[in-house]
């Protein structure tokens, strides 16, 4: 597993976290805040693939 | 405006013309050609993700389970996160055994086409109330939109006209062919048209309805019940199964897997989608609450949530139609790419099954694949007449999410578990296709099963909620699967598949024809000449190769696209006895070979033999490869990327992750068409090229040399960056062009002076005379006399110009040039006489700046080696194809002990102070970048000839 897989695995792990468990409660506050988590999580995506990308 | 059939149907009819012909243009269109290549319009294609379910649908599922729609969409995005991990390597594989489909991954890991068949059947079955969603969500749309009760005879009409759609696209891209930038383009602009459809719907609504924002907040305020409602569903039972189906479903789903992978066209693609695609889903979804909560409160009662999104712009015709052709767009891609991927499931491994040979179907195959894609396209019309109409859109579509979960157990298998057996699988899948039937499908035609006991025995306690049937299905299915895994042995095939599946960078289970008479032979001898013939005839054709192949990468290219192009009709295994003879898989001698050396790694990891000559030396040559200070790519005999290492992942940028394992042809440009362009070159051979790579430009030196092997033979290319070694070489040769200047100094005032002196004597005489009779004379004497000069200074200009393009050559007349640097160094002569003989004037590749610099040094060298009266021949010749230039002179000649060392950098046999010895150094370098060379021989009668050697121009 290179490093790229090892970043992935790990977003993922706290991503299921996040979304799949009793935290999700954190995120459900507002109409809105959904969205806005989805746009953060997308965010933090991007900003690892650019430096998996830049590395 | 009163809308009616006609009119929805025309431009229903415009759009998918427009598709139609879009897609005609870029396939066709170099420049638009790209488009489809692109990373962006790829993550845009998988957008095909977001159908009628997306449009309609989502607000219908809102007003029912809130924002556990967002489930569908959460369930892709992490998807996307585990694209380095999961999506990676299943397009590793596909594009490394040319896979067509989930069917093919399943049938070649397992060896097995039964199993093939029987993800085609489960696939098929779970995809029909899928494609009927579409069919269903837009009559019913059009109905509304007209003011009708939707019947089955409206949607039949548009039925039809999806169906033709996806016929006459769907035969222009079931071709065999992977990667089809027409396709790909086509699904990106159509995801683009029903974002943009669906965000003016929604900005509209929010507008025109709530008023903007802070009044959509202030509404929200005052009924907290709305958001409520909304957002409480997320904390129930059915999310956590939705994101799971949906995280499934985004790799899985046939056309997903056949636009992620099959048509993915190129390595950097998938990463971009990571982002990309949950980007889109994301913007799309944006509107669907403010829909709902507008469709709530305009709709009349007893109208279905799932066509609030009509309802909520009902005051404008326009919006409403805009609404209705992002639907028919996105049925339409769904239903064209679903019935592709899901008529070469049918026709490689249902129907050869019970119907016509291989043979006949290669002969028959777009008749044959037209009537699948119409068959499953029919099939999917027939499920929406026959589903009872109090099915919502949710239900239709989590049907076929949920049957595709089914295929994770075996993927997986495939992947990563190298004890995975057919048997495991096949059970798998019998096991989880009967519970699905039973919880999940026969619901949805009227037929409900009293299963609230079987899931009280599990703990849930709501019989109504989604997560218990797809639970309990799905974990019936793993446990069998490796319960009979574990129960039972793979067979030798099996076990090299495995391997395959494991290391698809390393391992080769293909045995290529080494000619293209053994290629005819082995296809012949399955298929008969006249089909051989035709079928090669046609690969080459498209591959751009005359038969017979001119050489080995023509030849591989040749076989990779006949091998696509059956893979496409007849199944990648039967495709690829055809094309490489023997059974579909066997055991491999590479297969072996990767084993025991796995073997061998084991026992010396284990301890005593650690550090074995044999374990030391493989250690030593893989650090000697990571750390060499140039860049080394390798391919194997099928022209796909074995090593790229760590200097040319510096050079390129490109993740060895990302090349290694890809046909040689998706490394992106630069390199590509550097590599080819050896590839078609003897061993040995030697390029240099500038590239601009975005950070600057630089300059490769790239060579080649082929590996050969017993039964494979591969290619190795070695790449320096010689950016800084150039920019050094051009300095030296700069500084050795103003050395010669300096040298030329005292002629060059000698040569000015002379018609400077003329000048002012005849300018002073005028001066004196101004209305002198010849005055019209002499003052032509001062023009003449300055043009002199002027003539000087220009050549000594370009003289001293550095030259910052020393790779572009051209063809120059030699003699010209030769007459050109004669003018330059008769500055300085010394009293030696140059006698040019320039009868033979052919065309010679070099670049003038540089052959002149060349012969200005070896002239002055020539002048200051002669005594006075002496003479200096130039001559020009043409020998066994190429350009010579002779310089000789007359003077006493190099000593025979150093004339070996007259080329060497500061070696110089002139007085201290009266030379750099770089003059012959650079010379020759310069020459032998034109691909000439520069030799010094005695002459006979005394004195030094130099010979520069150019390769004659050929036009």
């Not at chain 2, 002055?860 to 006075?868: I, M, R």
Request: glycine share 8%.
């Amino acid at each position: 597993m290179n490093r790229e897989q090892e970043r992935a695995l790990l977003l993922f792990a706290v991503a299921i976290v996040l979304i799949a468990t009793p935290v999700r409660a954190v995120w459900l506050q507002t109409w809105w805040s959904p969205f806005a988590f989805w746009l953060g999580m997308i965010a933090v995506v991007a900003l690892i693939h650019r430096t998996d990308h830049a590395a | 405006m009163q809308l009616n059939h006609f009119i929805l149907f025309f431009l229903a009819v415009t759009l998918l013309g427009l598709y139609i012909l879009g897609s005609e243009v870029v396939e066709r269109s170099p420049r638009w050609g790209r488009l489809g290549r692109n990373r962006f319009s790829y993550a845009l294609a998988l957008g095909v993700y977001a159908t009628t379910w997306t449009l309609f649908g989502s607000v219908g599922f809102a007003a029912t389970e809130g924002y556990d729609f967002l489930a569908i969409y959460f369930g892709v995005t992490l998807s996307c996160i585990a694209i380095p991990f999961l999506w990676a390597p299943v397009a590793e594989l596909v594009d490394r055994y040319r896979l067509g489909s989930i069917a093919d991954v399943f049938a070649f890991r397992y060896q097995s086409r039964t199993l093939g068949a029987a993800v085609s059947l489960f696939m098929v079955a779970g995809l029909l109330p899928y494609i009927a969603l579409q069919l269903r969500a837009v009559a019913d749309g059009a109905a509304i939109l007209v003011g009708e009760e939707p019947s089955e005879e409206l949607g039949s009409v548009y039925a039809l006209l999806l169906s033709a759609f996806a016929v006459t696209l769907g035969v222009r891209y079931a071709d065999g062919r992977a990667h089809r930038p027409g396709l790909i383009a086509t699904l990106a602009f159509e995801s683009l048209f029903k974002l943009i459809a669906l965000l003016v719907v929604g900005g509209a609504v929010l507008f025109a309805v709530f008023g903007g924002f802070r009044d959509l907040n202030e509404y929200l305020q005052a009924r907290p019940d709305l958001v409520e409602n909304i957002v409480n569903p997320v904390m129930g039972d059915s999310w956590i199964a939705l994101v799971f189906v949906t995280f499934c479903a985004a790799f899985l789903l046939p056309r997903q897997f056949f636009v992620a992978f099959v048509q993915r066209p190129g390595p950097r693609s998938l990463k971009t989608a990571r982002w990309a695609l949950p980007l889109y889903l994301f913007a799309i979804n944006l509107p669907v609450p403010i829909l709902y909560w507008a469709g709530r409160d305009l709709a009349a009662p007893g109208v279905r949530p799932d066509v609030y999104v009509l309802v909520a712009v009902q005051s404008s015709p326009a919006l409403q139609t805009l609404a209705f052709l992002g639907a028919v767009s996105a049925a339409s891609a769904m239903i064209l790419v679903s019935s592709i991927a899901l008529s070469g499931m049918v026709a490689n491994y249902l129907v050869p099954r019970f119907g016509p040979s291989p043979e006949s179907l290669l002969t028959r195959w777009a008749v044959f694949r037209r009537s699948t894609i119409v068959g499953v396209v029919v099939a999917g019309l027939l499920i929406h007449f026959t589903l009872p109409r109090t099915r919502s859109l949710v239900d239709l579509g989590l049907a076929s999410f949920v049957a595709v979960t089914h295929l994770l157990p075996g993927l997986l298998g495939a992947l990563f578990w190298r004890r995975a057996t057919r048997a495991g699988v096949l059970a798998g899948l019998v096991v989880g296709a009967s519970s699905w039937a039973l919880l999940t499908a026969s619901p949805l035609f009227g037929v409900e099963l009293d299963v609230s006991r079987l899931y009280a025995l599990f703990g849930f306690t709501d019989p109504a909620a989604r997560g218990p049937a797809i639970w309990l299905s799905f974990t019936a299915h793993a446990f069998v699967f490796m319960g009979v895994s574990l129960l039972t042995e793979r067979s030798p095939e099996e076990r090299n598949a495995a391997e395959a599946c494991r290391e698809p960078r390393v391992t080769r289970l293909l045995q290529v024809p080494d000619s293209a008479e053994s290629l005819q032979e082995r296809l012949t001898s399955y298929v008969g000449k006249r089909i051989a013939i035709e079928e090669i005839y046609q690969a080459a054709t498209a591959a751009d190769v005359y038969w017979p192949p001119r050489d080995r990468p023509e030849l591989l290219r040749l076989i990779t696209e006949l091998e696509g192009r059956l893979s496409e009709r007849i199944g990648p295994l039967a495709a690829r006895t055809y094309v490489q003879g023997g059974r579909p898989v066997r055991a491999d001698a590479l297969a072996e070979r990767l084993r025991a050396f796995r073997e061998l790694d084991s026992r010396y990891a284990t301890g005593s033999q650690r550090n074995s000559p044999a374990q030391a030396a493989r250690r030593y040559l893989s650090q000697l490869m990571s750390e060499l200070p140039m860049g080394v790519c390798t391919v194997d005999d099928h022209e796909e990327v074995v090593i790229w290492n760590a200097q040319l992942e510096r050079m390129s940028g490109l993740d060895e992750d990302d090349i290694c394992g890809h046909p040689m042809h998706d490394i992106p440009d630069p390199w590509w068409p550097l590599f080819d362009e050896l590839a078609h070159q003897p061993t040995g051979s030697v390029i240099e090229r500038e590239y601009d790579l975005g950070d600057g430009k630089i300059e490769l030196r790239a060579q080649t040399a082929t590996i050969p092997g017993q039964s494979e033979e591969g290619r190795v290319f070695v790449v320096e960056d010689v950016t800084a070694l150039r920019q050094l070489e051009r300095h030296v040769a700069h500084k050795d062009r103003l050395s010669s200047i300096g040298t030329l100094a005292s002629g060059v005032a000698h040569e000015v002076g002379n018609p400077l002196t003329g000048i002012l004597m005849v300018a002073k005489n005028l001066a004196t005379d101004p209305g002198a009779a010849d005055a019209a004379e002499r003052l032509g004497i001062i023009v003449d006399e300055a043009q002199r000069i002027h003539g000087i200074v220009q050549s000594l200009l370009t003289f001293s110009r550095r030259d910052e393009t020393p790779v572009g050559l051209q063809a120059i007349p030699v003699a010209g040039v030769v007459r050109n640097a004669a003018e330059l160094a008769k500055l300085e002569t010394d009293g030696c006489r140059i006698d040019l003989d320039l009868s033979v004037d052919a065309p010679a590749m070099a670049s003038p700046d540089g052959l002149t610099q060349v012969l200005v040094n070896l002239l002055n060298n020539a002048t200051q080696a002669c005594s006075s009266g002496a003479t200096v021949y130039v001559r020009t010749r043409v020998e066994n194809g190429s350009v010579l230039i002779d310089v000789d002179d007359e003077g006493p000649g190099i000593p025979e002990e150093l004339s070996a060392r007259v080329f060497e950098p500061f070696f110089t046999t002139k007085a201290h102070g009266q030379g750099t010895g770089l003059g012959l150094s650079v010379s020759r370098q310069i020459v032998e970048r034109f691909g000439g060379s520069l030799r010094y021989e005695p002459r006979q009668s005394g004195g030094s000839r130099f010979t520069i050697t150019l390769q004659a121009y050929e036009n």
